[in-house]
């Protein structure tokens, strides 16, 4: 008797399950894709943080310096920038208090527009039309102006921040004996708001002089409006103290040197402490214009090339069931 065959069933079908396997790992690829593609704002700016405070911080002496005193006794350096630090604290100013004060103080000036104030994560601006403060042609202060900078000074005096005097011009040629150009006269200005302040009180210390001229306007010299906006003094109030250093501190390492004639003088110390001071502040302002401009990328990337989602729907086809995107066509 004959054996009957076994009827094989042959599945169509089967290629389904490997597709369906690509298309999910598809779907995952995309997804991982546009995931690591937005920018994690708290991340880089938690980075931005660390790394300002590394660079910014002061150097630390693992081994202190003794130093000898002048009764005999030895002293570590620590102890002596310790008690420099007591005796003289930096005080910093809180800038953002010190604007609010000024406006309600000088409410009138700043609605007749003869004096501004303006701020950001370093400075407080204060601007001031040279109208107030000088005659024309001239850097002599004017009653009002001694009145204006007393009371500034009342304001100013007290703190430790550091104040940066800039004078500016319009491009009218100057006729006068005393100064040759306008680089003369806002320079003579300048140097004549640091007397006012040194005379109330503000220390030395503190201040520099700048004149600009005429070429950094802020509007048009061709209207006489233009011209009295460009006629101006600007006070630039730093938001943190200048770091210098301490002769004691200058005294150790000449100790610590083979050879105390490499050092550099104390002036030439000052300058390179305000050198690493601006350095600084650069760097901050260069990180957080970086910061800035990738939101900026990162909020145009995900408006622009946002990805569509992906929707698989079935469609019966004589061979099986085949899946596709209605977002393709």
Not at 91 to 98: E, F, H, K, S, T
Not at 149 to 157: I, M, N, P, S
Not at 180 to 189: F, G, I, P, Y
């Amino acid at each position: 008797m004959r054996r009957r065959q076994a009827s094989i069933e042959v599945k169509q079908d089967r290629w389904m399950v490997s597709y369906a396997d690509f298309i999910t790992l598809l779907f995952a690829f995309f997804v991982v894709m546009y995931s690591i593609s937005q920018l994690n704002e708290a991340k880089y700016k938690e980075l931005s943080t660390s790394l300002n405070a590394i660079f910014t911080s002061p150097p630390r002496n693992p081994d202190p310096i003794a130093l000898e005193s002048s009764n005999g006794s030895i002293i570590p350096i620590e102890q002596q920038g310790a008690r420099s630090a007591s005796s003289s604290p930096s005080l910093v100013a809180d800038l953002n208090q010190m604007e609010s004060e000024l406006s309600s103080e000088f409410a009138d000036l700043i609605n007749d527009e003869l004096v501004e104030l303006d701020s950001n994560e370093l400075w407080l601006e204060i601007k001031l039309n040279s109208n107030v403060l000088f005659a024309s042609a001239s850097a002599d202060a004017s009653d009002a102006a001694k009145s204006l900078f007393e009371q500034l000074a009342l304001r100013l005096r007290g703190y430790d921040n550091q104040i940066q005097v800039e004078g500016y011009t319009d491009n009218q040629a100057i006729s006068s004996l005393r100064y040759a150009s306008n680089w003369e006269l806002s320079s003579a200005r300048a140097a004549a708001i640091v007397k006012l302040l040194i005379n109330y009180g503000v220390r030395p210390q503190r201040l520099s002089a700048v004149g600009y001229g005429e070429f950094q306007p802020i509007a048009d010299n061709n209207t006489v409006e233009g011209r009295q906006q460009n006629r101006r003094v600007v006070l630039m109030i730093s938001r943190r103290a200048p770091e210098r250093i301490t002769v004691n501190a200058r005294t150790a390492m000449e100790m610590a040197s083979k050879d105390g004639k490499s050092f550099l003088s104390q002036s030439e110390l000052n300058r390179a402490a305000s050198r690493a001071s601006a350095i600084a502040e650069m760097r901050q302002m260069a990180e957080q214009r970086l910061l800035n401009e990738l939101e900026a990328e990162a909020a145009a990337q995900a408006q622009e090339q946002s990805l569509p989602p992906l929707i698989l729907q079935p469609q019966a086809t004589e061979e099986g069931v085949l899946y596709t995107n209605d977002e393709i066509q």
